[in-house]
């Protein structure tokens, strides 16, 4: 199966011209929306390079389990699924801007956009996994959660770039893009349910929130939170090579899942 990612020299994948407003009106990127099988699924590790994201009790950094889990993840959808091609964001330690990661899976016409990260709080205590899509958070903690996968921003060159999507912004998207919404919350709930059933992790649930890397991927789109790194015994778990197995293994069994039942629509 063939991977791409981004050009080894640059933020950006080689040969792609990032002008949005171009994007909209191409032809070949309107495709994407006609698509109805599952060819391809884009697999974003979060942060990296200077943005080490996360820090957990031990120092270690989500970036690094984040890339760890997707390759896992790429490697085990390349060996059992042969007619899906993964796309990944990137397949070492770099940075690439938040907006960035979405434009390049429309313009590989990504069917699917998975991105991998880890939780951390204040209170050591909280752990378990949680998944999102795109839309209004419905509580403080997704709020927060949001919060700190957008404050990436801080790492870019722009200095208008927004820390938040608006209200307005999220509404106008739930309205223009309510296939994509129920897809993506097909998604959720089905590694949620991975998670729960079959790899034993305690799951705090499907939820929205308005995160800037889902915002400008044009396909059903998921962020999961691994875990929290915060909490010592699950940051050792999510070290190991064993808990990252696990979890990497039960996203596949929902991309494979999802796939199987979107291509018989």
């Known amino acids: 199966t063939e991977t791409i990612a981004f050009d080894d020299t640059t933020s950006h994948p080689e040969g792609i011209d990032f002008d949005f407003a171009t994007l909209i009106y191409d032809d070949s990127y309107n495709k994407i929306k006609d698509k109805t099988k599952i ?130 912004q999220l509404v106008i998207y739930e309205l223009s893009n309510s296939a994509n919404m129920a897809n993506s919350q097909l998604m959720a709930g089905m590694i949620h349910d991975q998670f729960q059933t079959r790899a034993g992790r305690h799951t705090r649930g499907v939820k929205q929130a308005g995160f800037i890397v889902l915002y400008y991927a044009s396909m059903p789109s998921v962020l999961v939170e691994l875990g929290f790194i915060s909490n010592k015994k699950e940051e050792r778990f999510l070290k190991s090579k064993y808990g990252q197995d696990i979890i990497a293994s039960a996203i596949y069994r929902a991309v494979k899942e999802y796939k199987l039942k979107m291509d018989v629509q």
């Open 39 to 168: 060819d391809r699924v884009v697999i974003d590790a979060g942060h990296g390079g200077k943005d080490s994201g996360s820090l957990g009790y031990g120092k270690t950094k989500e970036k690094d389990i984040a890339l760890s889990v997707a390759l896992k993840l790429g490697k085990l959808i390349e060996e059992n699924i042969p007619d899906l091609q993964v796309i990944y964001t990137r397949k070492d330690d770099r940075f690439i801007p938040l907006e960035d990661r979405g434009h390049f899976a429309n313009k590989v016409e990504g069917d699917l956009f998975i991105s991998i990260h880890t939780n951390a709080a204040k209170a050591r205590n909280a752990y378990g996994t949680e998944v999102y899509f795109l839309g209004q958070h419905k509580s403080d903690d997704a709020l927060e959660v949001m919060k700190s996968e957008n404050s990436v921003v801080r790492y870019e060159n722009s200095a208008s770039e927004s820390k938040e999507l608006t209200v307005n």
